[in-house]
């Protein structure tokens, strides 16, 4: 067991970067980094489904903020100001249909104040906040500092491999995008669990999946960044939705896995894990011998699948959302040749 499961993890670690590749080489615009994290599947999706319905579609990075929102331009800033808001939300919704006990649970907060409930959540939103700054400077130090640190390394060992880093990379290739990524794999999420609610639950006996806010941050907002880089903001939109349906119900057919092997009411929340983990978990139900060889025929063709992925595709320097390159190359020219025509005008009009 302890032996397959290595091998299991350590094949997915690695094909799973290879594949989302050519999409990581467009967020970055180079092919120096790679992306490790468990929801490959959804950055992978996001970045196809952008390059099919955002190809005339402007990036998030080129929306204007008025100059007196200027300051929103700040990931963090406007990651922080839309959890207080999201928090203080919940948490008047929670003061209404709750219990008064029950609601200040929520926080630990004192029965008979509701200053501090109010004050706790609003705290927590800038914890939340602050975690991410955190992140986001980390992210800085190891591409200042680890990258080439490892490129040493790899080029004497492994020469040409890159470091498959956590999603929070790809965050400062597209501030706005990553936002926008988190609220629409959160609407995802809400519109899957009103689906399992209505429909999957009751006829199938699907288990209910609650949109949890670090997943559909994280995730989403890496969607978004990379269904941005392949279709702008409208396949940041799309993409990061359908990342919010994909992060609901792959965890809910994953707690059918779970369950039998004795860990019931258990489940993760992202893509790889999911869909890795029940597949891989339906063939263990095979047996001690033929569980074990089929885990290591899915691992071996997984792998040869990546290689071939890697020769044919990676290799050859494809990239997706092609055209969504050209019309973001075409209109930066037309907007170059505007701004070069408004100088010459201004400067006959002056000399006139």
Same mark, same amino acid.
């Given at each position: ?6 091998? &299991? ?7 799973? %970067? ?10 970055? +615009?180079?092919?120096?980094? *790679? ?39 700040? *990931?963090?800033? *406007?990651?922080? &100001? ?16 709750? %219990?008064?006990?029950?609601? @200040? !649970? ?9 200053? *501090? @409930? ?7 939103? &800038? ?77 199938? +006996? ?16 890496? =969607? ?6 392949? +279709? ?35 489940? @993760? ?26 885990? &290591?025929?899915? =691992? ?21 959302? =092609? ?12 907007? !170059? ?9 201004? !400067? ?5």
């Amino acid at each position: 067991i302890v032996i397959i499961g290595a091998i &299991l993890m350590g094949v997915i670690m690695v094909v799973m %970067p290879a594949f989302a590749q050519p999409f990581m080489n467009r967020v970055t +615009g180079s092919d120096k980094l *790679s992306i490790g994290h468990f929801n490959t599947l959804g950055y992978i999706v996001s970045g196809a489904v952008g390059a099919g319905v955002g190809k005339k579609s402007k990036s998030t990075e080129d929306i204007n903020f008025p100059k007196g929102l200027s300051f929103l331009r700040d *990931s963090m800033v *406007s990651t922080t &100001l839309l959890m207080v808001v999201l928090y203080l939300v919940f948490s008047v919704w929670a003061a209404i249909v709750l %219990p008064a006990k029950e609601a @200040f !649970k929520i926080f630990s907060t004192n029965p008979d104040n509701y200053g *501090s @409930f109010f004050m706790a959540a609003f705290a927590q939103s &800038l914890q939340f906040g602050i975690g991410v700054s955190i992140i986001l400077y980390g992210v800085r130090i190891i591409l200042g500092e680890l990258v080439p640190a490892f490129q040493g390394i790899a080029n004497k060992v492994v020469p040409g491999a890159r470091p498959a880093l956590d999603i929070p990379i790809v965050f400062p290739y597209g501030a706005n995008a990553s936002l926008i990524g988190f609220l629409g794999s959160f609407v995802g999420g809400l519109v899957a669990l009103a689906i399992i609610a209505v429909w999957l639950g009751p006829v199938w +006996g699907v288990a209910l999946i609650l949109p949890g806010m670090v997943p559909h941050f994280f995730d989403g907002g890496g =969607a978004g960044v990379f269904g941005n880089a392949t +279709g702008g903001r409208i396949g940041a939109i799309v993409g990061s939705f359908i990342n919010g349906l994909l992060i609901t119900f792959l965890p809910a057919v994953l707690m059918t896995v779970m369950g039998s092997f004795g860990l019931a009411n258990s489940t @993760f929340g992202d893509a790889d894990f999911c869909w890795f983990g029940t597949i891989t978990g339906n063939m263990a139900h095979l047996g001690p011998v033929g569980g074990a060889i089929c885990l &290591l025929i899915f =691992a071996a063709v997984l792998f040869a699948a990546a290689w071939i992925w890697q020769v044919k595709v990676v290799n050859t320097g494809w990239t997706p959302g =092609a055209k969504h390159a050209e019309y973001i190359e075409q209109v930066k020219a037309e907007e !170059k040749a505007a701004k070069a025509a408004a100088r010459a005008a201004k !400067k006959a009009a002056a000399e006139a």
